[in-house]
């Protein structure tokens, strides 16, 4: 297991159980407004969630990927991740946390116990986070972090056809250093 568990002041960053399916189901696989963000598909029926619970245990069991969860209950409000995409270079693989959870600062706390995984446990030199150009959200919390933008690709999301931009922005070791 790469990794089992990360820890921040409000959140543990754990590895999804069975037992959570209908936490995460409900909190983020459903809601709409949250796909609309993602690549993925919302999970309308609890059959398709248990069927996900599994791929997403076997996929985090193999990967840098989390269940973001409350500190306080262990309830999972959220998903969290990074692949190595070259020597030393990381990028998120998704972040995510349920509405219901936004705007208490909670995606920052991720997004630095990520940075601290790849900087201080795996020698990483740079961290890629991508998202959606009209995620206003996700972008404001990337550059309240000090990264910086540098690039961005059209794309299509294969299970609708939607095309969007998808903005690049990074941060290397220098600058992880500097902002401690």
Do not use: H
């Not at 972040?95 to 920052?108: D, F, L, N, P, V």
């Not at 540098?150 to 990074?170: A, H, P, Q, S």
Request: aromatic share 14%; glycine share 6%.
């Amino acid at each position: 297991m790469k990794y089992g568990t990360l820890e921040t002041p409000n959140l543990i960053l754990r590895k999804a159980r069975r037992d959570d399916v209908d936490a995460i189901w409900k909190n983020v696989w459903c809601d709409d407004e949250i796909s609309k963000w993602m690549i993925w598909q919302t999970t309308r029926t609890r059959e398709e969630a248990e069927a996900r619970i599994e791929r997403t245990i076997k996929y985090q069991s193999e990967n840098y990927a989390y269940f973001v969860c409350l500190k306080s209950t262990d309830e999972p409000i959220g998903f969290a991740g990074i692949v190595e995409i070259n020597d030393g270079i990381f990028e998120e693989s998704g972040i995510c946390i349920a509405q219901k959870c936004q705007s208490r600062g909670y995606a920052k706390e991720v997004v630095r116990a990520l940075e601290s995984l790849i900087f201080n446990e795996l020698g990483g030199i740079k961290f890629i986070y991508t998202c959606f150009n009209n995620n206003v959200r996700s972008k404001k919390v990337c550059q309240a972090l000090g990264f910086e933008y540098f690039d961005n690709v059209k794309k299509t999301r294969e299970w609708d056809g939607y095309e969007y931009t998808l903005d690049m922005y990074f941060k290397d070791k220098n600058m992880y250093e500097n902002n401690k």
